[in-house]
């Protein structure tokens, strides 16, 4: 299993462009972002970098630009995180989780079936 890093919230919104749309250049990155968020050029490079050294992105260089690749897919990411809110919240207890969360939220017919089919999936996926 590849290592996932620790995506802080800032580096999330540039990840969250890449897995979007990729390759990106800074520019381009700074463009999407500027509707949103108003981070200086220092800021998104800083950003990058760190990207970069945590080995959750690369670059090819393009001309006088670099274009950036996430390294890890949404998917890979979303497990990860999964797992770390799980232990840390509910030591682990996916079914504490479930509970918790059924008892809370509202949830229409077909979101019920769907929930059912999984869990029937699951018991043969054994």
């Known amino acids: ?7 802080s919230g800032s580096e999330l919104e540039i990840m969250k462009l890449l897995w979007k749309d990729n390759p990106l250049s800074a520019n381009e990155i700074r463009s999407l972002l500027s509707d949103e968020i108003s981070w200086s050029n220092q800021t998104i490079k800083t950003f990058i970098n760190r990207l970069l050294n945590k080995q959750a992105i690369r670059f090819e260089k393009s001309g006088r630009s670099y274009l950036y690749y996430p390294l890890i897919s ?3 990411y979303v497990k990860e995180e999964n797992k770390f809110f799980l232990e840390k ?3 682990g207890a996916i079914s504490m989780l479930f509970s918790k969360f059924l008892e809370e939220e509202k949830l229409s ?3 019920i079936e769907n929930l059912q ?3 029937e999936q699951k ?3 054994k």
């Open 109 to 111: 017919d077909k979101e």
């Open 74 to 76: 949404y998917d890979e």
């Open 89 to 91: 919240v509910y030591d």
């Open 123 to 125: 018991k043969y996926d």
């Open 117 to 119: 089919r999984i869990l």
């Open 1 to 7: 299993m590849k290592n996932i890093p620790n995506i």
